[in-house]
């Protein structure tokens, strides 16, 4: 599904849910309940009257809903901040106060993947967890941003697309529960305010064990030749 | 000579060293230089490298679940500034590239959805992101066993209740050993379905059960199965596997008055001192005499015919009015006569105030506990035209 470009202050909660109400939470509520997400708790609820398991059906929409509240914006600065290019243009910003640097970016496409989850307690007791994944891409076709003094201060131009899926991970596999495509407006979706601060290259970005980090420049590694030889040996 | 000092004097032999001193001398790359040279058959003690080591937590899962893989021992995939780069595989296949730091790396890996049941392999090599290219063999391995998916098969996806239905499961091999039970426990929709079940070696199982009673006509019903301990008389997993199962309507329904071969007779119906006995459209009325006789109230019956319809019009027209006359409001004189009120004190709420379950329902209290991942991981590619 593709809808119109989108506003300001785009979250995943508006984009998969709509409008960002309190009320938005039909549609999660219907998907959870069409995959018997209740049902992965086991026999722990079997003791729930219909009315109490809709009920449970409906708080566990709520929380799940709160898990999207991420701004979609910063989402897509955060995986910025690894760019070489952007980081290169704070350092050489840093190095000469007051000089500002137009940085193009090139097509390219922002994946981030987030699983958040919901713990169920029964009579205070966590019975199960319900894993959900949240999986964000934005595919920018252009963009040109400003830096100054070592921080992003302005998105001048660039438009694209983002899709957003949310799966729950169920025993028999994943069931997804919702599934939304937009066309995004760039400086419509990125706050900057005062400024965004980038890391310069002689700064580590932080990054998860385990996963790659986009734009890192690891450098080779000196021992490698003799490690070969000796286990060859 | 040189070759061998460059090769002990980093990563992990450092660390050695640092132990085989017992940390009384401050180990630096030139400590280490002076040691090796000093000490030339420490050079060969520390040159044993451990071995790059691979595990995966769980060792078995099922398609699209996602394990844990630990990666130790990595020196040679470390760059200069102690990143580890390495590229995992799914057999050999399934390539994506993992950092971590110190020779350790560790993530999420999803098994592929198509995986098939079995023993797979996951290995490591080392990856240059500069290059884009893995630079070194597989220097570890560790095996995955892909389980089964549990399934259920029922013999009949239909019948009426109290037909007997037989249930095969298999796949639920996750459920025996470890401590499980090595059984499974089916559910009716979301109550129990008879009692544990017991599991073969290949976390299969058949059972014969019966469609509940009470189990109401239409479709949607669910025969579901998860992980049962019998000694701890609780589930151990969640539903691993449903069937849908439709009841339908009793055939031919027979109705316990039609079947019934005889209205029971009263004996106050046969009692032989009915007054009366008419031919046509008799009215049976129980009732009780408005005297004791012999100290026991014995119930009696009047049987009356057409004649008697008029004292039946007139006891109901009595009830009536006697209806209205306690429903007609009272006046103030007539209260105060009749009604007094009593003050209760307070402290005697309590014993009176007792909440007593109704049978059938049962208080339970559902929490739920959201974990956001808001910072996740992100990943940029550029796209090329």
Same mark, same amino acid.
């Given at each position: 599904m593709t809808s119109d470009t989108v506003q300001a202050g785009l979250t995943a909660r508006n984009l998969l849910l709509g409008s960002g109400l309190e009320n938005d939470t039909a549609a999660l509520r219907q998907a959870l309940s069409e995959h018997n997400v209740l049902d992965a708790a086991g026999g722990k609820l079997s003791r729930l009257t219909g009315d109490g398991r809709e009920a449970a059906n409906d708080a566990l929409a709520s929380a799940a809903a709160g898990l999207l509240d991420l701004d979609l914006g910063d989402v897509l600065i955060y995986a910025w901040r690894t760019q070489e290019r952007l980081a290169d243009a704070a350092r050489e910003t840093l190095r000469a106060p007051g000089r500002m640097e137009i940085v193009q970016l090139a097509s390219h496409q922002v994946t981030s993947t987030h699983n958040p989850a919901v713990d169920l307690m029964v009579d205070g007791v966590r019975v199960h967890t319900f894993h959900f994944q949240l999986d964000l891409v934005l595919t920018i076709d252009v963009a040109a941003v400003i830096v100054q003094n070592g921080r992003l201060v302005a998105v001048k131009a660039g438009d694209g697309s983002v899709s957003g899926t949310l799966t729950l991970k169920m025993p028999g596999g994943d069931a997804t529960l919702l599934h939304q495509e937009q066309q995004i407006d760039l400086h419509l979706i990125i706050r900057v305010g005062n400024g965004i601060s980038l890391p310069s290259r002689d700064e580590k970005p932080a990054t998860a064990t385990g996963l790659s980090a986009a734009g890192r420049d690891p450098g080779g590694w000196s021992g490698w030749g003799s490690y070969i030889r000796r286990r060859d040996a | 000579m040189l070759r061998t000092r460059t090769t002990v004097c980093t990563g992990a032999a450092m660390e050695r060293l640092k132990r085989f001193t017992r940390e009384l001398v401050v180990v630096s790359a030139a400590t280490c230089w002076v040691l090796v040279v000093a000490h030339p058959t420490l050079a060969s003690t520390l040159a044993v490298a451990p071995t790059p080591t691979l595990t995966a937590i769980p060792t078995s899962a099922y398609p699209g679940d996602q394990i844990k893989i630990n990666g130790t021992a990595f020196w040679p995939c470390e760059d200069t500034s102690d990143t580890t780069n390495v590229m995992v595989f799914w057999d050999e296949g399934d390539p994506t590239t993992w950092t971590g730091l110190g020779g350790g790396f560790s993530g999420d890996l999803a098994i592929p959805s198509d995986a098939s049941a079995g023993f797979h392999q996951v290995t490591a090599a080392c990856y240059d992101p500069q290059a884009r290219t893995?630079?070194?063999?597989? *220097?570890a391995s560790a095996e995955v066993q892909v389980l089964q998916q549990p399934a259920l098969q029922l013999s009949s996806s239909e019948g009426a209740a109290g037909d007997g239905v037989t249930v095969a499961g298999t796949?639920? !091999?996750?459920?025996? !050993?470890? !401590? *499980? !039970?090595?059984s499974v426990q089916l559910l009716w929709d979301a109550s129990t379905l008879g009692g544990a079940v017991g599991l073969d070696g290949n976390g299969a199982f058949s059972v014969d059960v019966t469609v509940p009673a009470a189990a109401t006509a239409g479709s949607g019903h669910t025969v579901a199965a998860e992980c049962y301990d019998p000694a701890a008389g609780s589930a151990t997993s969640g539903v691993l596997a449903r069937a849908l199962f439709s009841v339908t309507s009793p055939t031919s329904p027979t109705s316990p008055a039609s079947t019934s071969p005889t209205s029971p007779t009263s004996p106050a119906s046969t009692s032989p001192t009915s007054p009366t006995s008419t031919t046509s459209s008799p009215t049976v009325i129980a009732g009780q005499p408005s005297t004791p006789s012999g100290g026991r109230w014995s119930p009696v019956a009047l049987t009356v015919g057409l004649g008697g319809s008029l004292a039946v019009v007139v006891v109901l027209l009595a009830g009536l009015l006697a209806m209205h006359a306690r429903a007609r409001p009272r006046n103030s004189s007539w209260v105060h006569q009749h009604l007094r009120t009593v003050a209760q004190p307070l402290d005697a709420a309590p014993a009176n105030s007792r909440i007593h379950s109704r049978p059938g329902t049962a208080p339970l209290s559902i929490g739920l506990e959201p974990h956001p991942d808001r910072p996740g991981n992100q990943q940029v590619k550029e796209i090329t035209p």
């Open positions: - | 893995v630079t070194s063999h597989t *220097l796949g639920f !091999g996750q459920c025996a !050993g470890k !401590g *499980l !039970g090595d």
